[in-house]
């Protein structure tokens, strides 16, 4: 598993104009390449009378499968310049469709690189990205002589709490970096002078958006 990645929460559409001729880039966050193709049919369909849809997608752990289509512009001057932005911005899981209505005035081979280029550039800015970091939940029980203990602990360390139960004794539940495990589980263990529990619930993805932790299963 990778320790952490770039890529689409929420996609979006941004557009620009370069001599009167439109683009119009749709990003959406894809994990398997049918979405990906399934995602690019769409488009096609709710832009019919589009000059082009030009698309770039790039999808695995490894960045393994990318594809990019020109769609009809000189060879290399759109879908390519597309692909190079997602690898440029790290981004993983990600297809983007550039929409072209042709404005009369031919650009020439740099100023389509540029103008797809741009485009993708714009979508991502009406996109919402987030960094995924792989991590460890776990449930840390404990009485309540330790709770404030390991407040402070999780405080000084930025470990976010996601949920807390006081009953006879207190469980909560914490987010750690996974290559931070066995170090949190022994610092909680000195914090308490051995007297907390530490139980790992599940291994996942997650991130930080508009100030919310998510949570994801990759």
């Known amino acids: 598993m990778l320790e952490q990645y770039k890529t689409v929460l929420e996609g979006g559409e941004g557009e620009i104009i370069e001599k009167k001729s439109r683009f ?18 769409e488009m ?9 849809n030009c698309y770039a997608y790039v999808i695995g752990e490894r960045q393994e499968i990318m594809r990019c289509s020109d769609d009809g512009e000189p060879g290399g001057t759109a879908g390519k310049p597309m692909l190079d932005v997602l690898l440029g911005e790290e981004l993983y899981n990600t297809a983007v469709v550039v929409t072209r209505y042709f404005g009369g005035t031919l650009l020439g081979t ?23 970091k792989h991590g460890k939940l776990l449930e840390i029980g404990t009485d309540y002589n330790g709770v404030g ?8 360390q930025n470990i976010p709490i996601l949920d807390s139960q006081y009953t006879e004794n207190v469980k909560m539940q914490i987010l750690v970096p996974a290559g931070e495990n066995e170090k949190m589980k022994k610092a909680v263990t000195e914090a308490t002078s051995g007297r907390a529990s530490v139980t790992e619930l599940k ?6 958006s508009n100030g919310e932790t998510l949570l994801f299963d990759r």
Not at 24 to 39: D, G, Q
Not at 110 to 132: D, P
């Open 203 to 208: 291994e996942l993805y997650y991130g930080v």
């Open 149 to 156: 203990k390991l407040q402070y602990l999780f405080a000084q």
């Open 44 to 52: 096609r369909k709710k832009y019919w009378d589009a000059t082009h």
């Open 110 to 132: 740099g100023g389509l690189v540029r103008a797809y280029s741009k485009a993708v550039q714009e979508g991502l800015a009406c996109s919402r990205l987030i960094t995924k």
């Open 24 to 41: 119009i880039a749709t990003v959406r966050p894809v994990e398997k390449e049918e979405e990906a193709l399934s995602f690019i049919e």
